[in-house]
C-alpha cells in the first residue's frame, strides 16, 4: 500500500554530482522515517543515508561531507543530493521508508560513476 518513486539516477563522471529523489504514496499516516541504502554489485544493501521523522539525520562513514539527505515540508518526498563522486559510489540506490516496524522500498535507481 506504499509507493516509492525514485528518479535521477544516471551516469556521472568523477567528481560530478548527482541528485535523487524519491516521492512516497499511499497509506502513509504523517510523517515517517526515510532513508536511502545502495547495493553494489556482490554486496549487501546497505545504508547510505537517514532521516527520521524529527528531521535527524544519518550518514554512512564513507558519504558523509559528500551527500545530503533532506526532506519537503509535507515529509512525503525525500532528496539525495550526491557530490564529488567516485566509483566506490556506483550502486543501485533504494529509496525505504520505515512503516509499521519494516522498511518499504522504492524499485531503486542505478547510478554508474565513470570516466
Known amino acids: 500500500q506504499v509507493q516509492l518513486v525514485e528518479l535521477g539516477g544516471g551516469l556521472a563522471q568523477p567528481g560530478g554530482s548527482l541528485r535523487l529523489s524519491c516521492a512516497a504514496s499511499g497509506s502513509i499516516s504523517g510523517v515517517a522515517t526515510m532513508a536511502w541504502y545502495r547495493q553494489a554489485p556482490g554486496k549487501q544493501r546497505d545504508l547510505v543515508a537517514r532521516?527520521?521523522?524529527?528531521?535527524?539525520?544519518n550518514y554512512a562513514d564513507s558519504v558523509k561531507g559528500r551527500f545530503t539527505i533532506s526532506r519537503d515540508n509535507a515529509g512525503n518526498t525525500v532528496y539525495l543530493q550526491m557530490n564529488s563522486l567516485n566509483s566506490e559510489d556506483t550502486a543501485v540506490y533504494y529509496c525505504?521508508?520505515?512503516?509499521?516496524?519494516?522498511?518499504?522500498w522504492g524499485q531503486g535507481t542505478q547510478v554508474t560513476v565513470s570516466s
Open positions: 525505504g521508508l520505515l512503516r509499521d516496524y519494516r522498511y518499504y
Open positions: 532521516i527520521t521523522v524529527g528531521g535527524i539525520t
